[in-house]
């Protein structure tokens, strides 16, 4: 592309030996994006209450899916309600990872299951990501989504008070 053909001339001739000129119009402004300040902000809420943050994969299972997330459904006129299935990815890498999540449950409880097998006392996650609604003849509904979950003890151990199980998400 242009771009890339005169990065590579800029590049040859030498970044310091190319002329420098000032901006010509004013800088644009920017548009704050609220959606993304709000997704910061609530991160920064989770964490700052002790939560630590995943990242999951957007991919998973149909065996995950139908575990711990019923399928949308969507009224189709006078026939009555029609389920539509996740979205399968048309060259998936694995089994493991074969539809795009409907729900952030499985990786999120997945990430549980493989810390508490290492990690004793509480474990408190959290995750801030995007999930796929299929819609019918139509692309999906990307949504942003939270999802959070606590297992183990209540608060870290303390010397005055003992400890309370808790599990929940």
Do not use: C
């Not at 991919?59 to 899916?65: E, H, M, W």
């Amino acid at each position: 592309i242009p771009d890339d053909l005169a990065e590579e001339i800029a590049r040859i001739v030498g970044y310091d030996n190319l002329p420098t000129t000032s901006i010509s119009g004013p800088i644009p402004h920017r548009e704050p994006d609220t959606l993304q300040q709000l997704k910061e902000e609530v991160r920064d809420l989770l964490a700052g209450a002790g939560m630590q943050e995943v990242i999951t994969y957007s991919l998973t299972s149909l065996t995950n899916l139908q575990k711990l997330a019923p399928h949308p459904s969507l009224p189709t006129g006078q026939a009555g309600v029609q389920s539509i299935p996740p979205i399968r990815v048309a060259n998936p890498m694995s089994l493991e990872q074969e539809y795009l999540r409907t729900t952030l449950r499985p990786g999120l409880l997945n990430t549980l299951a493989a810390n508490e097998r290492h990690v004793g006392g509480s474990i408190q996650l959290f995750e801030a990501g995007r999930v796929y609604l299929p819609r019918l003849d139509d692309l999906p509904e990307e949504r942003e989504m939270v999802a959070g979950v606590f297992a183990g003890t209540g608060r870290e151990p303390h010397w005055g008070e003992s400890p309370v199980a808790v599990s929940y998400y």
